[in-house]
């Protein structure tokens, strides 16, 4: 058997029932990961990814997770540790890209923005990064953030606004988690053709 990165290591990927976390739930496992927790909102889709990937190799559990809610997002990982023992890496990949102008955007879609793409993460990390120093060997955090935060599209400025939170966060922790061999890191990613992306395009 191949010897890997991720050999031995427990991971937890927000936003993993489907498009890119999916993909990075299933590279895990491809990895020889030692356990994944995945997490979204489909019960029915989320047990059914858990089975399969168990059933690759790499023991994986489904925890619902609304993101809106502060306790669902540190229940993840406390779940997670619950079941495996240990936390090694944490990648928050869920997001939402509801459209809206400056002009048009609502109180409740700016908030629902934040609360998904920037505090939720924030939240996630929070309880990682406390599990991580306990356990003192470090781990690593991954943010998927976008080049939107850079600015972004004129009908997304609360998706724009979030991210940019989120590429704020993830340097300032970076700086903050080095002391404890705790590395975080954020990728700016492109556009990406994502059933959520998709059913957003066929509804404009």
Same mark, same amino acid.
């Given at each position: ?5 991720y050999? =031995? +290591?427990v ?10 976390? !999916?993909a990075?739930?299933?590279?895990m496992? /491809? ?6 927790s995945?997490?979204g909102?489909? $019960?029915e ?6 089975? !399969?990937? *168990? =059933?690759l190799?790499?023991p994986?559990?489904f $925890?619902? *997770?609304?993101?809106e809610n ?14 495996? &023992?240990?936390?090694d890496g944490?990648?928050n990949?869920?997001g939402i890209t509801?459209r &809206?102008t400056?002009?048009e955007?609502?109180v ?7 609360? $998904? ?9 929070? !309880?990682?990064? %406390?599990i991580m120093?306990?356990?003192g060997?470090?781990g690593s955090i991954?943010n %998927?953030?976008?080049?939107s935060?850079h600015g972004?599209?004129?009908?997304l400025t609360?998706?724009?606004s979030?991210? &940019?939170a989120l590429?704020?966060?993830t +340097?300032?922790? /970076? ?5 404890h061999?705790?590395r $975080?890191n =954020?990728?700016?990613v492109?556009w ?6 998709d059913? %957003?395009q066929?509804?404009?």
């Amino acid at each position: 058997m191949r010897n890997s990165l991720y050999s =031995g +290591k427990v991971v937890v990927i927000t936003g993993s029932t489907q498009g890119l976390g !999916e993909a990075v739930a299933r590279k895990m496992v /491809a990895e020889q990961a030692a356990g994944v927790s995945i997490s979204g909102r489909n $019960v029915e889709r989320g047990k059914a990814l858990a089975e !399969e990937l *168990t =059933g690759l190799g790499t023991p994986t559990i489904f $925890v619902r *997770t609304e993101l809106e809610n502060p306790d669902e997002c540190r229940n993840l990982i406390r779940q997670s540790v619950e079941h495996f &023992g240990r936390l090694d890496g944490l990648v928050n990949s869920a997001g939402i890209t509801t459209r &809206g102008t400056l002009e048009e955007s609502s109180v409740e879609l700016w908030d629902q923005h934040m609360a $998904v793409n920037a505090r939720a993460p924030f939240l996630t990390m929070q !309880e990682a990064v %406390i599990i991580m120093q306990k356990q003192g060997w470090g781990g690593s955090i991954v943010n %998927i953030i976008t080049k939107s935060a850079h600015g972004g599209q004129p009908f997304l400025t609360p998706y724009s606004s979030s991210k &940019g939170a989120l590429a704020t966060l993830t +340097k300032n922790a /970076a700086y903050s988690q080095r002391w404890h061999k705790i590395r $975080v890191n =954020g990728i700016m990613v492109g556009w990406m053709d994502t059933p959520a992306e998709d059913a %957003i395009q066929r509804e404009a």
